[in-house]
């Protein structure tokens, strides 16, 4: 059982996961174990069953999903009838009003929706991946100069569920920097792999860039990819201006991350979100919510 807090009721809430009999097969039962070590973390798998997603076939997957984990198909920009495949609907975007953003420049807002860590004063070589589990920055974007500029910042790191929103945005105005890419596994970023699995982030395949923000300082983007995510999408065009709230990518179908690092002194996360962090619990947020103000 997983239990994530909720801002709004200020209440702890029981998350549903998409297929939670398969995960806890594939990372507790010894069978479930050995058969993802030897298939399931590979490309192959995600390749396949994301080749199936993108088929006709895949639309009848649809409406249950829907009903299983009640998603709101009243803020979607697209109706039931419109996607041409489950993962034409899984990336589905939003109606521009369903996910509002304060123009005040010294706010934090999320990249995504998810459920977020966050860590503040981090050491780079020793970033929280579960509580007794360690990976470092350098190890994560493999690169130690840049990883080095991060000592003692800050670590988001917002965990998406194949129920969630799944494209992400920038969280405020500047210039994004080339990608770059990382070839890796494809474990499950469900709590239950991450306890099971060392320095899972710095094993699975991801991205990243800097991103040069007006505000908050050099941001390092990651986007995280897992079981059945076979592709990221990244629609930013380099060294073009962006604005807060525009678009970077989006995931295919399954539960992703997006990881965040912020240079020391840029800004304070907000409260709550770092209590709950400290109690172990991840916060639910919206792409677009605020969730920090600028350090002065």
Known sequence: MIQVYN???KKYEVEKVAGEGYIKWSYE??????????????KLFSKLYG????????????????????????????????????????VRTLKDDARPISNDKDLLVSP?????????NISINKLIQVKGIHYSLSELIGDDEIAKEYEGGICLVLRLCPTDYHRFHF?????????????GNYYSVNPVALERIPKLYCQNKRE???????????IIHIEVGATCVGTIIQTYKP??????????????????TTILLLKK??????????????????????????????YY
Not at 239 to 247: A, D, M, R, S, T
Not at 265 to 294: A, H, R
């Open 29 to 42: 039962s010894p069978i479930g174990k050995n058969f993802t070590e030897l298939f399931i973390k590979r």
């Open 265 to 294: 002194d840029t800004v304070k996360i907000d409260e709550d979100i770092l209590t709950q962090t400290k109690l172990g619990f991840e916060t639910m947020v919206l792409m677009g919510e605020s969730i920090g103000k600028k």
């Open 112 to 120: 995504g929706d998810g459920r977020l860590f966050a860590y503040e």
């Open 51 to 90: 080749a199936y997603c993108d088929t006709k076939l895949s639309i009848k997957k649809i409406p249950k999903f829907i009903e299983d984990f009640n998603i709101d198909m009243n803020i979607s920009s697209n109706s039931i009838n419109d996607f041409k495949s489950f993962n034409d609907f899984f």
């Open 7 to 9: 801002r709004r009721t």
């Open 239 to 256: 060294n073009k201006k962006v604005f807060k709230g525009q678009e970077k990518g989006y995931f295919k179908f399954g539960g992703s």
């Open 208 to 218: 990243w860039s800097l991103f040069k923000s007006d505000n908050f300082g050099d």
């Open 171 to 183: 969280v405020d105005d500047g210039v994004p920097l080339e990608n770059h890419f990382i070839n």
